[in-house]
């Protein structure tokens, strides 16, 4: 086994809005110059860094808007976010919890800030990830996990160090709640102070870890401070986290797709002809109705 080595650290760009609820520093594809390839199967990540939303009436978030050929995964580390969907799904995600929706065929869906939330105002800090599906799956029914914070497999490092909450993949034996369709690591690491834990992943495998809370040094040698995101090389398998005061940190790491990627706003497919019918289904309505 070889150490797998940090290729670079991303400081959070200029944030964006998605609808009037989410303020987001993207990191994937922002983070490498070789666009949504370079991290496959995680084709995007928009990170909420912890951000205050003052009390309103009117939930703030993002209207109806369809998705269709990955899945988009929702981890909520402060504040809570409301979803519903044009399958009649719906739910609370709140601090500490994942959910991990199949958009496949197409699903509508909207997300705002939960209501009790919204009145009472108060910080929001999240991440969300869409992840990519191989050709075969792009087209599979659409489905749910909601993985509560009460069904996150937890590794307890020893002395007493931390934690690894395990949302897909396996550490150390143990293996996380989510399913996927092909191979996925996801998890949030949460180190006390000089607290260390050591990952292995597949040389081949894409791999980057973001920063959520704290400092953490990898491998001894890459400071990585909060809200920043690390890259992988491909030289290697196994690295150490150590924290330099309480940390949280996202680790995600996955086998690529190798399949073509045609991507047009919320449509990932692998042709531009598919992504053309994709827009005619949902202009002639089969991703099914949602009220505003
Ligand atoms: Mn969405």
Known sequence: MSIKNIESITSPGRPHFVGDGFRVHNFIPGASRSGMERMNPFILLDYGAKHYFPPSDKPRGVGVHPHRGFETVTVAYKGKVAHHDSSGGGGVIGEGDVQWMTAASGILHKEFHEENFSKKGGDLQMVQLWVNLPAKDK??????????????????????????????????????????????????????????????????????????????????????????????????????????????????????????????????????????????????GLFGYLED
């Open 139 to 284: 087209m599979s029914p659409p489905k749910y996990q909601a993985i509560t914070k009460d069904q996150i497999t937890r590794f307890d490092l020893p002395g007493a160090s931390g934690t690894v909450e395990i949302i897909a993949g396996e550490y150390k034996g143990l293996q996380g709640a989510a399913t996927t369709f092909t191979p996925v690591s996801l998890f949030t690491l949460k180190l006390v102070s000089a607290g260390q834990a050591d990952f292995s992943f597949p040389a081949g495998n894409n791999t980057a870890l973001l920063v959520i809370e704290g400092k953490v040094v990898v491998n001894d040698q890459a400071v990585v401070p909060a809200d920043h995101f690390g890259l992988f090389l491909h030289d290697g398998e196994t690295f150490t986290v150590r924290a330099e005061e309480n940390s949280i940190v996202l680790i995600l790491s996955g086998e690529p797709i190798n399949e073509p990627i045609a991507a047009h706003g919320p449509f990932v497919m692998n042709t531009d002809t598919e992504i053309r019918q994709a827009f005619d289904d949902f202009n002639n």
